[in-house]
């Protein structure tokens, strides 16, 4: 190990970035991790199958480039790619046309107009100073692009400085930059076989019979990249199919004829209703539709034989054009751009492209060490700059820069996704690629053909029959929103709404009972062994990697959070030490966040082995299980809580709060807990994934159950009573450094004093809001009735002057104040102070195209226990 200057017995081993990497892929994902990686002193070996560089995916891609993301985290990319491609541009000038575009609002829609005011909101937090996203109106419209009948358009969101590249000659410059770093780039060398040695390193052999050798592997073979994943037994975290999509070129259109020129070309437009995208092509115009959507008979082709992508003569092939199923989005895009009706198409480019379910790349580390994955990019083009950066950044650093585990983390997926949810959902998604997003909407796409155990077809049965109303998580898992009291047999709820919504009058009475009686709900979360027996290897690893002093005492409970090196926030654990007093076992279980168990168990892997390097943990002494699957929680909530448990078990109702024991509920076997993410009284049944439907139904059906009122509820009715308490998810914890994110409260002060501290300890926290400095904040936003529930995620909060000051993470109208308390972060000025405090008059926040005033909170409204807090006399700084 060697010392960090500045940090006391910091240890970090030597090996963390590797000396040696080889690249697997030529396109423009394969190209962009090369350079990243040489530029980091990496050396670097690039192996492509065919002759010459971008032969999969790349060469026949439109090349559209954008600022604008559906989620803060996309943009966030694309923002960071955009910037560096215009600075490649400006030196080596790469057929980078930046002409801005526009996503067409539709008249007749006003989902599609709200949807838009909320993306334009949201752009407020990344977008580039001096580039904002705007509204625009038709009038605008016409003057940006005069092709475009705006008789049909309400409104268009207007991105400046977007539009196209040439894809292979930002290929071939980013090549040239890599080599110049040092990168060897080595053509027809079609990779065969991947070996990962006993020492690590890995042992890569091409079909000629080459060898290269390398500490580390990056998957970014694009269109054939599943065949390395199943060879190497990762194929479960890499569910995806080559696609066909299709792109039509215009003959000359007299008006562009002449107009080629930066400044003269027309903005790529989004014909939104007709899901296609519209941009210039020499003097022509070029649509590439999704189809699907307007005729539902006349989809795009999944190649689900190509199970290891195409045969391998397949190189700078096409498919054959396929001009029928696009007929509705060209009549669309023809009502939108008339000129298209008055030229033919001269060509019609019919490509393989890969697809993931949720069209999104994966890219980050896998189970694998030193192998990971960086395809399957929807959006090559337009994202392959600035996830090479990030990738790069995991490669080299051992961790991210900034969290994009939700949207591209390989381990997303698991053996859930099984090849035919894969096909309908690839099929869904490209075809919805245009459609509205709903907050609540879970599409159905693929859900009905889950990989499954018998235990959990069983659970979701029963949780059905009691009127579940499910909500689809990143997990494969059916979670509950609410129930309907009519049980399977009542009529179902609307999910495709932005206010209003069907289903927050049931999450209000729920919460409510849970108020005065007691529910029996679902919990879903991760579960994860970390044992060493009689070694104390794994009490070294946690109190390494999390922030909190690990219970002492077999049965004790205690929340934590673990931290990266720089600080930041990575996943929050319950950790319960497990075994029997005195019995001198190091074995603990803990808790997560159910959609991340593969991250976070991927996570622990590498600190176990870089404490292993640096001789703090024995080689093999600690186990890391995930049995997220083999247990399954029963969550009892409610003031009569511990009546009810008396009658069904009365050893549990003595259990302390924070304790666990292992007893017998009902017959079976069960730890219970004393903890509740409600706030309230409460107890969780963690059993054995079998058991988990019958005892839910004995439960219900007790006479003790019956006599108390007790009832299921579901995830809204528990956020309705967390989020007032402060009581925070994953999506509140937001990557923010340990010292910003609120959870000092669970951070002794002991512990920031240790000889050797946890991991990020003193790592310094970023202060201006250009670094990305914030505090944990809490606000109370003055909605009306119908918007109660509709606080989104990443919504802007402006002082009085409309400088923008903080955003939410997540929110709900609270059980107990009645009021909408949303969770999320203060920025900080350059001096650190925050930019707004608890009493400063003229907060609002904008969300769904509503402004409504806001009070920021110096402290939760409600205590734990259900408790209103009494108002503060003093201003006190944000905080979680």
């Known amino acids: 190990p060697t010392w960090v200057v500045g940090r006391p017995l910091q240890m970090l081993p030597r090996s963390v970035a590797p000396s040696r990497a080889v690249v697997i892929g030529g396109g423009v994902a394969g190209v962009s991790i090369a350079r990243e990686l040489a530029r980091k002193g990496v050396g670097v070996t690039l192996l492509e199958k065919a002759g010459q560089l ?31 491609m215009t600075a490649l541009h400006e030196a080596h000038d790469i057929g980078l046309h930046i002409t801005g575009s526009i996503r067409l609002i539709e008249k007749g829609n006003p989902d599609r107009l709200t ?26 419209v016409a003057a940006l692009h005069p092709l475009v009948d705006t008789s049909g358009v309400d409104a268009g969101v207007f991105t400046p400085r977007d539009g196209d590249v040439d894809p292979t000659l930002l290929t071939t410059c980013v090549a040239g930059l890599a080599k110049a770093d040092g990168a060897e780039f080595v053509h027809n060398a079609e990779v065969e076989t991947i070996e990962r040695r006993s020492d690590g390193t890995f042992e890569v052999r091409t079909g000629a019979g080459a060898v290269f050798e390398a500490d580390a592997v990056v998957n970014a073979a694009g269109l054939w990249s599943r065949r390395f994943s199943r060879q190497l037994g990762l194929e479960q975290t890499h569910p995806a199919f080559v696609i ?66 195409p045969p391998s003569h397949f190189a700078f092939d096409l498919f054959p054009p396929a001009l029928d199923r696009l007929e509705g989005c060209l009549l669309s895009a023809m009502s939108v751009v008339p000129a ?75 053996g859930w996704a099984t090849p035919e949810y894969t096909a309908a959902k690839v099929l869904e998604t490209y075809s919805h690629n245009n459609a509205i997003s709903y907050p609540q909407e879970s599409r159905p796409a693929g859900r009905d053909v889950v990989a499954k155990s018998d235990a959990h077809r069983a659970l979701q049965a029963t949780l059905a029959a009691h009127g579940a109303v499910f909500s689809f998580s990143n997990a494969g898992v059916e979670v509950p929103l609410v129930f309907l009291p009519g049980g399977a047999g009542a009529a179902p709820l609307e999910l495709k709404t932005f206010a209003s919504h069907a289903w927050a009058p049931l999450a209000e009475e729920e919460a409510q009972h849970l108020l005065r009686a007691v529910g029996l709900g679902f919990a879903s979360f991760s579960k994860l062994r970390v044992r060493s027996g009689a070694s104390d290897a794994a009490s070294r690893l946690l109190e390494r990697v999390t922030t909190n002093s690990l219970p002492k005492r077999a049965g004790r409970t205690r929340l934590t959070y673990a931290p990266t090196s720089a600080g930041n926030i990575l996943a929050e654990f319950t950790v319960t030490r497990t075994g029997t007093d005195g019995d001198g076992s190091h074995d603990f279980y803990l808790c997560a966040s159910r959609d991340y168990a593969q991250h ?32 399954e929680i029963l969550h009892v909530a409610g003031p009569s809580a511990q009546a009810l448990l008396h009658a069904l078990c009365p050893e549990a109702a003595s259990v302390p709060f924070l304790q666990m024991r292992n007893l017998r509920v009902c017959g079976v076997e069960a730890a219970v807990f004393r903890i509740s ?27 003790k159950a019956r006599a108390l009122g007790c009832r299921p509820f579901g995830s809204a009715a528990v956020n309705a009573l967390r989020v007032e308490k402060g009581f925070k998810v994953k999506a509140d914890l937001d990557f923010a450094h340990w010292s910003e994110a609120g959870v000092d409260a669970f951070i002794p002060d002991a512990r920031k004093h240790e000889v050797l ?38 919504s802007p909060i402006r002082d009085a002057t409309g400088r923008v000051v903080g955003f939410t993470t997540t929110s709900a109208r609270g059980a107990i104040t009645g009021r909408t308390i949303a969770l999320g972060y203060v920025k900080r000025g350059e001096s650190g102070a925050p930019l707004a405090l608890a009493g400063d008059g003229g907060l609002t926040l904008e969300s769904l195209g509503q402004i409504w005033p806001v009070e920021l909170l110096s402290r939760p409204p409600v205590e734990v226990g259900g408790k209103p807090r009494p108002a503060e006399a003093e201003p006190i700084a944000a905080s979680g």
């Open 244 to 309: 066909e999509h299709q792109y039509a070129i215009t003959e000359t259109i007299p008006a562009l004829k002449g107009k080629v020129g930066d400044g003269e070309r027309v903005p790529v437009l989004r014909d939104l209703a007709g899901s296609s995208y519209i941009r210039q092509e020499r003097d022509g115009l070029l649509v590439g539709p999704y189809e699907g959507l307007l005729s539902p008979g006349e989809q795009t082709k999944v190649r689900t034989e190509w199970a290891d992508g």
């Open 600 to 631: 976070d168990l991927a996570w622990l892997e590498q600190q176990r082995a870089l404490l292993e390097e640096a001789g703090l943990v024995e080689a093999g002494a600690v186990e890391l299980v995930d049995c997220t699957d083999e247990v």
């Open 757 to 794: 501290p946890f991991l990020g300890k003193d790592a310094p926290a970023p202060l201006g809001s250009e670094q990305g400095g914030r505090l944990a904040a809490i606000f109370d936003v003055a909605t009306d009735e119908a918007h109660a529930w509709s606080v989104l995620g990443d």
């Open 115 to 140: 949807e838009a005011k909320q993306h334009v909101a949201m752009a407020a937090l990344y977008d580039d100073p001096g580039l904002p996203t705007t509204l625009i109106t038709p009038e605008e």
């Open 340 to 414: 298209l009706g008055e030229v033919g198409f001269k060509s019609i480019v019919n490509g393989p492209t890969i697809w993931t379910g949720d069209s999104l790349a994966r890219c980050g580390r896998t189970r694998l060490p030193g192998y990971y994955d960086f395809n399957s990019l929807t959006y090559g083009v337009a994202q392959s700059l600035a996830l090479a950066e990030y990738l790069g950044h995991i490669i080299t650093e051992g961790e991210q820069p900034y969290d994009m585990a939700t949207e591209f983390d390989p381990l997303r997926y698991g």
């Open 677 to 703: 993410f409600t706030g309230e009284a409460g107890y969780e049944l963690h059993v054995s994934a079998k058991d988990a439907a019958p005892l839910f139904d004995q439960i219900l059906r007790s006479d």
């Open 54 to 84: 971008c032969a999969g995916a790349t060469w026949h891609a439109a090349g559209l480039v954008t600022r604008f993301g559906g989620s803060p985290k996309i943009k966030k990319v694309h923002v960071r790619a955009l910037r560096e």
